[in-house]
């Protein structure tokens, strides 16, 4: 079992069911595989509180791409690429990235990238795995 800890704010979110999904970077520490039950906390590293758990659905690379400027300098919209082994590579682009930030427990596109920014300074792209756990969720007691 491998457990994920999230920030106070994501709680309410993971019970709701409305987050149902996770980045992270890639690290020395191993990643939840498909079908492997999920522990999700909240709290510090020496003092978690349990928030539920859930089951691995499915394990994808992703590059978050907050700001792309082409080779020749002009901008293009934010977009996020996902490399699904069954169906090939997604990319969401702007009409979508709202819709993708609320699965991953934000408000909205514009709050996900605050979030990012603050949380892991001024990066124009990110690669790391998309940790989905879907509608599998149980709450602790």
């Given at each position: 079992m491998?457990?994920?800890?999230?920030?106070?704010?994501?709680?309410?979110?993971?019970?709701a069911r409305t987050k149902i999904q996770t980045i992270r970077a890639h690290g020395k520490k191993?990643?939840?595989?498909?079908g492997e039950r999920i522990t999700m906390?909240?709290?510090?590293?020496?003092?978690?509180?349990?928030?539920?758990?859930?089951?691995c659905e499915s394990v994808a690379?992703?590059?978050?791409n907050f700001e792309y400027v082409t080779p020749g300098g002009r901008r293009r919209a934010a977009h996020v690429i996902v490399y699904?082994?069954?169906a090939g590579t997604m990319?969401?682009?702007?009409?979508?990235?709202?819709?993708?930030?609320?699965?991953?427990?934000?408000?909205?596109?514009?709050?996900?990238?605050?979030?990012?920014?603050k949380t892991h300074g001024d990066l124009k792209t990110f690669d790391g795995l998309?940790?989905?756990?879907?509608?599998?969720?149980?709450?602790a007691a």
């Open positions: 491998v457990a994920y800890s999230f920030k106070g704010r994501f709680e309410d979110r993971i019970r191993r990643h939840a595989r498909p906390t909240t709290g510090d590293r020496f003092h978690p509180r349990l928030i539920g758990s859930g089951t690379p992703i590059t978050l699904l082994p069954a990319v969401i682009r702007a009409g979508d990235l709202d819709d993708f930030a609320r699965r991953d427990g934000f408000d909205d596109w514009a709050d996900l990238c605050a979030f990012w920014r998309l940790i989905l756990w879907g509608d599998s969720f149980q709450a």
